[in-house]
């Protein structure tokens, strides 16, 4: 398992939390700062196969805002599946 702190402003938070909830993670902390233009950190712990992917979809969420920083924590046991594709795919094997 890893901590994961998240650094985003205020307007982003929903989407980074659904992100984090969705990869099998717990929220520790949230707070905001309004000395840092509303700037909102969020940490979590999470299994550090949730953390796959994740920076990609964090940046594109947030618009490339984003602050994520990892920090391992320790073994912990299976935290069930995480899902890893929110669209299907389609593959041809013949033309028509």
Same mark, same amino acid.
């Given at each position: 398992?890893?901590?994961?702190?998240?650094?985003?402003?205020?307007?982003?938070?929903?989407?980074?939390?659904?992100?984090?909830?969705?990869?099998?993670?717990?929220?520790?902390?949230?707070?905001?700062?309004?000395?840092?233009?509303? =700037?909102?950190?969020?940490? @979590?712990?999470?299994? *550090?196969?949730?953390?796959?992917?994740?920076? &990609?979809?964090? $940046? %594109? #969420?947030?618009?490339?805002?984003?602050?994520?920083? =990892?920090?391992?924590?320790? @073994?912990?046991?299976? *935290?069930?599946?995480?899902?890893?594709?929110? &669209?299907?795919? $389609? %593959? #041809?094997?013949?033309?028509?």
């Amino acid at each position: 398992f890893e901590v994961a702190v998240v650094e985003c402003p205020e307007e982003y938070t929903g989407a980074c939390v659904d992100l984090l909830g969705s990869r099998c993670g717990q929220m520790i902390d949230m707070n905001t700062s309004e000395l840092n233009g509303g =700037t909102t950190t969020i940490k @979590y712990r999470l299994p *550090t196969r949730g953390l796959l992917g994740l920076r &990609n979809h964090m $940046l %594109t #969420a947030t618009k490339g805002t984003a602050v994520l920083n =990892t920090l391992f924590d320790g @073994y912990d046991d299976w *935290t069930g599946e995480i899902k890893t594709r929110e &669209n299907g795919s $389609l %593959t #041809a094997f013949a033309t028509g």
